[in-house]
């Protein structure tokens, strides 16, 4: 069975520019989080949506981050305009349902920014 | 509030050497899931095992045995016989009941030696 896809895997980009980056969950979950994972703060919660709707995004840095999930099997995170600082690795995960099903990761991106 | 502490911030050992990563956590919520994710080189997150607050039982898998005290907040993580391919960032994370994503601890690097 297919993973949860994540693409790109890596992503050099200057500063300025536009960042997108794009999640497939698994078939069938209807949960999606994305994480994003630096050496100074760890995994962190930016956003999660459940059946496609947005249910918490509060860990979302500023209002430079957008997240989309427009159906059940495309998800994307936007960095507009990137700076320096959001370099990291980003991470979706998918789960079915909540309690105790665990999350399943991608491969995650990860994003320098120059 | 939730939080999960990892103190061994990196642990390194002899291959066959057994080892117990330590993870302790905090939550008001009486029902809520333990979590353990491997980490390896290759940057992708991997899961690992996921145990329930109402079963304390331990589990064992192979070479990995997980040990779940209620009365001490901890959910350790012991491989036995530890072997290179065990090489990674260890996180143990923690969900509460309602809540869908993630806590996560702040990982332990295992590096075995051959």
């Known amino acids: 069975d297919a993973g949860v896809i994540q693409s790109p895997r890596h992503e050099v980009t200057e500063m300025g520019q536009e960042v997108t980056l794009r999640c497939k969950p698994i078939s069938g979950h209807n949960s999606l989080f994305w994480y994003r994972q630096t050496m100074m703060r760890g995994l962190e919660l930016l956003i999660y949506f459940n059946n496609n709707v947005p249910i918490d995004d509060s860990g979302m840095p500023e209002d430079r981050f957008s997240a989309k999930m427009p159906n059940a099997s495309f998800s994307t995170l936007k960095i507009q305009p990137s700076e320096p600082r959001d370099s990291a690795v980003y991470f979706c995960?998918?789960?079915?349902?909540?309690?105790?099903?665990?999350?399943?990761f991608g491969d995650g991106t990860r994003l320098s920014i120059l | 509030a939730q939080k999960v502490t990892q103190a061994q911030t990196e642990i390194s050992v002899v291959e066959k050497e057994d080892v117990t990563l330590d993870c302790v956590y905090e939550t008001r919520d009486t029902t809520y899931y333990l979590f353990w994710y491997k980490q390896p080189p290759s940057g992708e997150l991997v899961f690992l095992i996921r145990?329930?607050?109402?079963?304390?039982q331990n589990e064992i898998s192979g070479r990995y045995s997980w040990n779940f005290q209620k009365s001490t907040s901890s959910f350790n993580f012991t491989i036995t016989a530890s072997q290179v391919v065990d090489s990674a960032v260890y996180f143990c994370?923690?969900?509460?009941?309602?809540?869908?994503?993630?806590?996560f601890g702040s990982g332990t690097r295992l590096q075995v030696q051959p």
């Open positions: 145990r329930n607050s109402f079963d304390e």
């Open positions: 995960a998918s789960s079915l349902g909540q309690g105790d099903q665990p999350q399943h």
């Open positions: 994370a923690l969900k509460g009941t309602g809540r869908r994503a993630l806590t």
